[in-house]
């Protein structure tokens, strides 16, 4: 059974940057593609940034330039780092894994403020 587990989430100011992390056991992390996303209180769960198993990324145009995904297959690990936040990225973050199926973590929590 695939599990995914999301760390590096906290409180930051604006300007301020972050590094998310996403665990993956269970499985061998370069057999999925990946993704972020992000729900914010009382909105949809929106995608944030992509990327396949051989390394092609996308992003949504609100982080582009900002965010970075990136991955170690060796880790098991799905990284996005965030820089020059805003209070509008303010969310729960959650990431995904995708081949045949889609696994979910429990998400980590972001909050941009001063």
């Known amino acids: 059974q695939v599990q995914l587990v999301e760390s590096g989430g906290g409180l930051v100011q604006p300007g301020g940057s972050l590094r998310l992390s996403c665990a993956v056991s269970?499985?061998?992390?370069?057999?999925?593609?990946m993704g972020w996303y992000r729900q914010a209180p009382g909105k949809q769960r929106d995608l944030v940034a992509t990327i396949t198993t051989g390394g092609f990324t996308t992003y949504v145009d609100s982080v582009k330039g900002r965010f970075t995904i990136s991955r170690d297959n060796a880790k098991n690990t799905v990284y996005l780092q965030m820089n020059s936040l805003k209070p509008e990225d303010t969310a729960v973050y959650y990431c995904?894994?995708?081949?045949?199926?889609?696994?979910w973590g429990q998400g980590t929590q972001v909050t941009v403020s001063s």
């Open positions: 269970g499985s061998r992390l370069s057999m999925y593609d």
């Open positions: 995904n894994a995708v081949r045949v199926f889609v696994y």
